[in-house]
């Protein structure tokens, strides 16, 4: 899906399996799944508030955001995110093999006449039980509205409105605070000589001095920028090379984990299971079924 006007864009990869878009005068709200193994590409402006509900297949996002690079996991409860109209947002997401997601476009008509102040900050992998019960109980309403939706929609609305602004008045980290200590140049550098090694021993002296830094401002500034460790990070790379073999390739779990870095299968495995929270053999399986 592609949309472009007023420099406004709307671009994600993937094959999309199913939608229902419902248009309301103070909403819009679309449930999506794609399919697609690996990494996803996105690129997204749009005019309106956003909030997302990501649920199944969801794993991380890295991207720039108005053109700062961001990294962000969705563990457990944490699938919302909000972006501001006219956020600007590029990068991959790790899902696999499908992605299930449902996004609520808030008319700027209908935020300015309710709010005092502008929502300007991102606010990404929260968790929030109202919110999700919520869009949980407008999802069901969505797919067959009746005559009374838009009067419900409204309502929610006005409810979920409130509880954005709140939230992102909390936030700690707004948009242009998300680049933490770490320029966007020095980040690619790290992630290029990542990508080239998977199959050695890193150490954080490397990575620091790609960086330019020294070990102690490398670490804090690079978990600033990107939201992991160095350590979790590379990880998180392996792990990502090993979903492209095991998915394109008929390469051994050993021969897998050898070739991204592993000394041996079960470690490989361990890890790859607490990182995606199935085993190699059965994430194959996964994406040849």
């Known amino acids: 899906m592609e ?6 864009v709307r ?10 878009i419902t248009d309301t005068p103070s909403m819009r709200i679309e449930i999506l799944r794609r399919k697609t193994v690996g990494r996803m590409h996105w690129h997204f402006r749009q005019p309106e508030l956003s909030l997302f509900w990501f649920g199944k297949g969801a794993e991380r996002l890295r991207a720039t955001i108005d053109g700062r ?8 409860k944490s699938k919302l995110a909000i972006f501001p109209a006219a956020t600007e947002i590029e990068g991959e997401w790790n899902v696999g093999p499908t992605l299930d997601y449902t996004v609520v476009f808030l008319k700027p008509s209908f935020v300015g006449e309710r709010l005092q102040h502008e929502i300007t900050n991102c606010t990404i992998a929260f968790e929030h039980d109202e919110l999700t019960r919520g869009l ?12 009374v939706f838009n009067l419900m929609a409204e309502g929610w609305s006005i409810q979920a409105l409130a509880h954005i602004s709140r939230v992102s008045e909390r936030c700690q980290k707004p948009c242009n605070k998300l680049r933490g200590g770490l320029p966007g140049r020095s980040l690619r550098y790290v992630e290029e000589y990542v990508r080239e090694n998977l199959t050695q021993p890193i150490t954080l002296a490397e990575l620091s001095e790609i960086a330019g830094l020294s070990k102690r401002h490398f670490l804090r500034a690079f978990q600033g920028s990107v939201g992991v460790t160095p350590y979790n990070y590379v990880l998180s790379l392996r792990i990502d090379e090993a979903k492209r073999r095991l998915s394109e390739t008929e390469d051994s779990i050993v021969d897998v984990a050898l070739a991204i870095g592993f000394n041996d299968a079960q470690h490989f495995s361990t890890s790859f299971k607490k990182a995606t929270g199935i085993t190699p053999s059965a994430f194959r399986h996964r994406c040849m079924s």
Do not use: K, Q
């Open 3 to 8: 949309t472009i006007g007023d420099n406004y």
């Open 11 to 20: 671009l994600v990869g993937g094959h999309l399996v199913s939608s229902i």
């Open 69 to 76: 690079p961001v990294e962000r996991r969705f563990p457990g």
């Open 136 to 147: 949980a109980e407008l999802c069901r309403e969505a797919t067959s509205p009746d005559n």
